[in-house]
């Protein structure tokens, strides 16, 4: 089965850093989208990058651009999340996510929320003095 593990989440301080990985298994890593989602308590799960099988095309959401930088390492089936001047607002659970199966990886890297089917159990990120 599709196995998505997250890890490297933690306190930081506003304007620190943090990078999350997360870790797959139980599919053909490189041929497929992924993505990372946040969710703090009270809202609504919400898109913040996303990155091609390839890794040649990145989204971000307007909120992280600038800030974050979504990478993947085909060989070692990973995908990471390098997240830099970090704000409280930053603060959540956040979440590595794969496209659907039947997603066309060919296309542009998805946003949306439904389009993504496998996720992992989540990374707490707490920014706070």
């Known amino acids: 089965q599709v196995h998505l593990v997250e890890s490297g989440g933690g306190l930081a301080q506003p304007g620190g850093s943090l990078r999350l990985s997360c870790a797959a298994s139980?599919?053909?890593?490189?041929?497929?989208?992924l993505g990372w989602f946040r969710q703090a308590p009270g809202k609504e799960r919400e898109f913040v990058a996303g990155?091609?099988?390839?890794?040649?095309?990145?989204v971000y959401a307007d909120s992280v651009k600038g800030r974050f930088t979504i990478s993947r390492a085909n060989a070692k089936k990973t995908v990471s999340l390098q997240m830099n001047s970090l704000k409280p607002e930053d603060t959540a659970l956040y979440y590595c996510?794969?496209?659907?199966?039947?997603?066309?990886?060919?296309?542009?890297?998805?946003?949306?929320?439904?389009?993504?089917?496998?996720w992992g159990q989540g990374t707490q990120v707490t920014v706070s003095s």
């Open positions: 996510a794969r496209v659907r199966d039947s997603w066309y990886s060919g296309g542009a890297v998805s946003q949306d929320i439904s389009d993504y089917q496998y």
């Open positions: 990155i091609s099988w390839s890794g040649i095309d990145t």
């Open positions: 139980g599919f053909t890593f490189s041929s497929y989208d």
